[in-house]
Nanobody, 126 residues
Framework: QVQLVESGGGLVQAGGSLRLSCAAS????????IGWFRQTPGKEREFVAA????????YYADSVKGRFTISRDNAKNAVYLQMNSLKPEDTAVYYC???????????????????WGQGTQVTVSS
């Protein structure tokens, strides 16, 4: 069974930075892509960023491009989301997610992912 655990959330002022971590276990980590999503109350889960299993390709939502960076360390079974120049509108619960397959899924659609962490709260004050 795949398990994902996020950490690194917190309260930060606008313009500040946070680094989220997603620790994975349960299967050969480097074979699978990982996505980051976020959600605020009453809104649909929103794509933030994704990375392929090898780390060779990354994808970003337009709203975070140039401010957030996704990376992974397959030796540590971990994926990171470095968030810079944070804005109040970045406030949300952030989730990492993994698909069941190694390919053939759309990275930005949350319903394509089968495994989810418990989420970590990020709050950006103005």
């Amino acid at each position: 069974q795949v398990q994902l655990v996020e950490s690194g959330g917190g309260l930060v002022q606008a313009g500040g930075s946070l680094r989220l971590s997603c620790a994975a276990s349960g299967r050969t980590f480097s074979n699978y892509g990982i996505g980051w999503f976020r959600q605020t109350p009453g809104k649909e889960r929103e794509f933030v960023a994704a990375i392929t299993g090898s780390g060779g390709s990354t994808y970003y939502a337009d709203s975070v491009k140039g401010r957030f960076t996704i990376s992974r360390d397959n030796a540590k079974n971990a994926v990171y989301l470095q968030m810079n120049s944070l804005k109040p509108e970045d406030t949300a619960v952030y989730y990492c997610a993994a698909p069941d397959g190694v390919s053939g899924y759309s990275v930005s659609y949350y319903w394509e992912y089968d495994y989810w962490g418990q989420g970590t709260q990020v709050t950006v004050s103005s």
